[in-house]
């Protein structure tokens, strides 16, 4: 992790550069395979399970038998902890649901707008260096209490053929109708295209290696909604005296652990506290399992000194972090500044990891910057919205030749006559 003293503002987008992802060379192979996909259906999402992940599962969908082993087999406190989870994810993205209204734009004029779940969605978990049944909570419970009708999920298969229990267990638990045991490309394909055994979907949700992200990326090319574009995770910390350098160090380590290719940035304002943050890490990493995977992370990061509050605003909302920790004094008066985050994590008793896991918002969030112009997963991201509009007779009278004027002026002489018919009618 390098450090900058009072960098130049023009030196910033160099400073806190993302690691360059190159999907490029990738595309023609998983295009490839897509297309084999495509053609073959479940035949080449058998021949590259076998391939890329080692196994040829006898079955690909997750049999009630394989439930049941899961949820007799899994630790009963991870089990409490789920649910637990759970009730606070299902409690915070039901309270995003709204009821149409029905608005009166004029007498006789009614128009109202209805939030309608997509009828199928799919969702994928990765399960290879940590499997992520936090994120089929994030996904699942959202697209439950939309309305989406057929709810598949995908994750790669094990060595041994099955997929990790707590996975199902999780899947079941949230209401997956369907969970199958298939990884990679070909399950972004299996979905996209659908196949013998997996169904169709409409939009595709989940995180996953470059494969994944470049096998998303192609299918939404071709017309397939994602839920967004996604990268490396990512976290920014801005802290001053009033925070704690231990905690620091362990928020910024949190999201270097996840990934080589991730990135983690701390904005402080005096050199101490940074070498203190420094430090802090280094102790830490020392007893970390995935220290070396967090040691190539850091090699991707920087820290910052700056002296005024303002210029770390300034620089947080340039580099638009996927998660933003701010440990500050006044810090909800800072926060009303941010305008460009995905997450925001306020004071020093609030770790990024509450976020990740239970504390009931989304962590299917923008990054590499996409926090500019995106919002993280919610219910809406599960939605579509159609409106609805109805016309009395007398609303058609006071409507009816603004219509007509502005058809007219168009010269789409059909239009005007769609409503001039009808007013004629009424008037005799």
């Known amino acids: ?58 079955h690909m969908l997750v049999t009630s038998e394989e439930i049941d082993r899961a949820r007799k087999s899994l630790d009963p406190e ?112 299996a979905m996209a295209y659908g196949t013998e055994s997996v169904p169709q979907v409409y939009k595709i949700f989940g995180p996953g290696n470059q494969y994944v992200t470049a096998a998303k990326q192609l299918v939404n090319k071709a017309g397939l909604p994602i839920d967004m574009p ?15 350098p231990e905690y620091v160090a362990a928020d910024l380590l949190s999201q270097a652990e996840h990934g080589t290719d991730s990135q983690v940035v701390l904005i402080g304002f005096t050199e101490q506290f940074i070498q203190d943050v420094r430090e802090a890490i280094d102790r830490q990493l020392e007893v970390l399992p995935r220290a070396e995977i967090a040691r190539a992370a850091l090699d991707n990061s920087a820290a910052m000194v700056v002296t ?27 926060a009303e500044g941010v305008i460009n985050a995905g997450s925001v994590f306020l004071g020093n008793y609030t770790p990024e990891s509450v976020g990740d896991y239970a504390s009931g ?7 590499n910057g996409f926090a500019r112009s995106y919002s993280g997963v919610s219910l809406d991201a599960f939605v579509k919205k159609i409106t609805f509009q109805r016309l009395s007779p007398e609303g058609l009278r006071r409507l009816g030749p603004t219509v007509e004027a502005m058809a007219a002026a168009e010269e789409l002489e059909a239009h005007k006559q769609a409503v001039s018919i009808r007013l004629r009618k009424l008037t005799n």
């Open 1 to 58: 992790m390098k450090t900058y003293l009072q960098p130049n503002k023009e030196n910033w987008d160099h400073i806190l550069q993302r690691p360059a992802l190159d999907h490029s060379q990738l595309e023609n192979t998983v295009a490839g395979v897509l297309q084999e996909i495509k053609a073959e259906g479940d035949a080449a999402v058998l021949r590259y399970t076998e391939k890329f992940d080692g196994v040829r599962p006898e």
């Open 78 to 189: 991870l089990k409490a902890a789920i649910q637990q989870a759970a009730q606070n994810i299902e409690r915070f993205h039901a309270s995003q649901h709204q009821e149409p209204q029905v608005v009166e734009t004029m007498p006789g004029v009614s128009c109202w707008r209805k939030s309608v779940g997509i009828e199928k969605v799919g969702l994928y978990i990765p399960g290879g260096t940590a499997p992520l049944f936090s994120t089929v909570l994030m996904l699942g419970i959202p697209a439950r209490l939309a309305g989406c009708r057929e709810i598949v999920l995908c994750s790669p298969p094990t060595h041994q053929g099955g997929i990790h229990p707590a996975i199902i267990y999780t899947a079941d638990l949230v209401g997956i109708t369907k969970i199958f045991k298939i990884g990679g490309v070909q399950a972004i394909g």
């Open 230 to 244: 996604a990268g490396p995770s990512e976290v920014l910390v801005c802290a001053d005296e009033t925070a704690d």
């Open 308 to 334: 005024e509050r303002q210029e770390a605003l300034e620089m947080i909302n340039f580099y638009a972090p996927e998660h933003l920790i701010l440990s500050l004094k006044q810090v909800d008066e800072f």
């Open 361 to 367: 918002t989304n962590h299917t969030l923008p990054t």
